[in-house]
């Protein structure tokens, strides 16, 4: 099997990098998979059955499209109830307790113990309901060398006041976390790369959950209303010396945060800071011109310090397939897993060949995908520390060891919020890594490690 994935290298451009990735990648796989524990089995449990269940995963869809509209959790536990009746549990105390959550079983020993299951999963992914409950395992993560970026969790923004409230919930972490971090250890790697330093603070903020308004048929109202909201939170994070990245959020929403941002980086009182970031994700067939346009806006700005791009695959990939049907559009996605897998490797070189006109920060629990990006960083001349490999807390816990471990600067997103939130953000992160093409799920179905890392 090696052989021939060897002997299939030779000749294609990059070859010479292949046995430093597969050796990269069984290094991180069997470190991550050693401090893999019983703590997970339920959410591999759950994997594998959604992974079986188009019905269920129908359903699961169904309640993501609805979130955002709920006006309360009793509303969404409620929508939860209805659309997972009839489905069939296979007994999974994580679909008991998310039906139980919506329905008077709640009440009965066997919904209390399933709901209670739920919430100890939904509790793994995020890390505290608010941020004073948040910040010790964020020092946590820190003493142990390990980074992270705060997600305040909150459905889409669906009023003005929501988006407020929203943005004065960030402006006020932006406070708190720089408050908390100021008595941590010194930590060199994740203080500082060859082009400068790095906050200790960073916090990942979504446009939608700042304004309702976003509409790609009318976007200057949603432009202007996000606007003056991520002008304050940049004036913040400069003021108290934070990162800030912005999320990447469905097509309807990306020309607007790219212009906004980039935008909004021109203006001379940011030359000198706050560190910012963007997302660019390579699902998307046009991933690699929308690269030219952060480069080549990055190269003509007037700031003194580094745009961090943080590239991801993408989370949206079943909305855009199924909008682009809708509408009769040529999807914006790529069809083929493997081919999101290139176009994400050859961003990868891209942005490292860009280094230090923008930091590259590299977002994936696919261990081909990670291995590749710091190998070919390291031929490529770049320090560790120059690099940054980015996982999501609750999916990447074993990775994100593996990776510190190794020496590599992790950072992990670290969703803050309550628990519905924290059910709705699982439900998300289940369909996203069930699907039949996700590393995670062919890894859990026992899928060889050195097919995994075969090149794409
Ligand atoms: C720290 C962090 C931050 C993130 N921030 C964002 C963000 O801001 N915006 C965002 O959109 N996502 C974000 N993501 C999620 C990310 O986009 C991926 O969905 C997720 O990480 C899974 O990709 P993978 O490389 O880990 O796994 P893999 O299993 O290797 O890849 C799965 C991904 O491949 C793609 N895919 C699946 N099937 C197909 C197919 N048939 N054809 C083509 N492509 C397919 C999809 O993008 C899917 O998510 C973030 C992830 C991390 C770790």
């Given at each position: 099997m090696l052989d021939t994935f060897v002997k299939g290298d030779v000749g294609l451009p990059g070859a010479e990098l292949e046995p430093e990735v597969r050796d990269l990648g069984r290094k991180l796989?069997?470190?991550?998979?050693?401090?893999?524990?019983?703590?997970?089995?339920a959410y591999d449990r759950a994997m594998t059955l959604v992974a079986g269940n188009e019905e269920l995963r129908a359903a699961l869809f169904r309640l993501v499209d609805v979130a955002p509209a709920c006006a309360n959790p009793a509303e969404l536990a409620e929508h939860l109830a209805a659309y997972l009746d009839g489905v069939?549990?296979?007994?999974?105390?994580?679909?008991?307790?998310?039906?139980?959550?919506?329905?008077?079983?709640?009440?009965?020993?066997t919904g209390r113990g399933a709901a209670a299951a739920v919430r100890q999963m939904a509790g793994r992914f995020i890390v505290g309901e608010t941020i004073p409950e948040a910040v010790p395992t964020l020092r946590e993560f820190w003493t142990q060398e390990v980074a992270?970026?705060?997600?305040?969790?909150?459905?889409?923004?669906?009023?003005?006041?929501?988006?407020?409230?929203?943005?004065?919930?960030c402006d006020r972490a932006l406070v708190d976390l720089a408050e908390a971090a100021r008595s941590?250890?010194?930590?060199?790697?994740?203080?500082?790369?060859?082009?400068?330093?790095?906050?200790?603070?960073?916090?990942?903020?979504?446009?939608?959950?700042?304004?309702?308004?976003?509409r790609p048929e009318a976007p200057e109202r949603g432009r202007e209303d996000a606007r003056h909201h991520l002008l304050r939170l940049?004036?913040?994070?400069?003021?108290?010396?934070?990162?800030?990245?912005?999320?990447?959020?469905?097509?309807?929403?990306?020309?607007?945060?790219?212009?906004?941002?980039?935008?909004?980086?021109?203006?001379?009182?940011?030359?000198?800071?706050?560190?910012?970031?963007?997302?660019?994700?390579?699902?998307?067939?046009?991933?690699?011109?929308?690269?030219?346009?952060?480069?080549?806006?990055?190269?003509?700005?007037?700031?003194?310090?580094?745009?961090?791009?943080?590239?991801?695959?993408?989370?949206?990939?079943?909305?855009?397939?199924?909008?682009?049907?809708?509408n009769g559009w040529t999807p914006p996605v790529w069809t083929e897993k493997v081919e999101t897998d290139r176009c994400?490797?050859?961003?990868?070189?891209r942005l490292v060949d860009a280094f230090p006109l923008?930091?590259?920060?590299?977002?994936?629990?696919?261990?081909?995908?990670?291995?590749f990006?710091?190998?070919?960083?390291?031929?490529?001349?770049?320090?560790?520390?120059?690099?940054?490999?980015?996982?999501?807390?609750?999916?990447?816990?074993?990775?994100?060891?593996?990776?510190?471990?190794?020496?590599?600067?992790?950072?992990?997103?670290?969703?803050?919020?309550?628990?519905?939130?924290?059910?709705?953000?699982?439900?998300?992160?289940?369909?996203?890594?069930?699907s039949n093409a996700s590393f995670l799920a062919s890894q859990a179905a026992g899928s060889d490690l050195d097919e995994l890392l075969r090149r794409p």
């Open positions: 796989g069997r470190s991550a998979s050693s401090s893999r524990g019983a703590k997970h089995a069939e549990a296979g007994g999974l105390p994580l679909i008991l307790g998310l039906r139980a959550a919506g329905s008077p079983r709640l009440h009965t020993a992270t970026t705060v997600d305040l969790l909150g459905e889409a923004t669906v009023t003005r006041a929501e988006g407020q409230a929203y943005a004065d919930r941590w250890p010194a930590r060199p790697l994740l203080e500082a790369d060859s082009a400068g330093p790095l906050p200790r603070v960073n916090l990942s903020v979504k446009v939608t959950a700042l304004t309702p308004l976003v940049l004036r913040r994070a400069d003021e108290v010396g934070a990162h800030l990245h912005v999320d990447m959020e469905s097509m309807d929403s990306r020309e607007l945060i790219l212009d906004l941002v980039l935008d909004l980086l021109d203006r001379p009182e940011f030359a000198d800071g706050p560190s910012v970031g963007l997302v660019l994700q390579a699902y998307l067939r046009d991933s690699e011109e929308i690269l030219d346009r952060i480069l080549e806006r990055a190269a003509g700005s007037g700031r003194r310090l580094p745009l961090s791009v943080r590239v991801v695959k993408g989370a949206y990939w079943d909305h855009e397939k199924i909008e682009a049907a809708q994400f490797e050859r961003i990868c070189r923008v930091r590259p920060a590299f977002a994936s629990h696919n261990l081909r995908s990670v291995a990006a710091a190998t070919y960083a390291r031929q490529a001349g770049l320090a560790t520390g120059d690099i940054e490999i980015q996982v999501l807390r609750g999916l990447g816990d074993e990775l994100q060891e593996a990776i510190a471990g190794a020496g590599f600067r992790c950072r992990t997103y670290c969703p803050v919020g309550d628990m519905v939130s924290g059910m709705a953000y699982l439900v998300r992160r289940l369909l996203e890594n069930t």
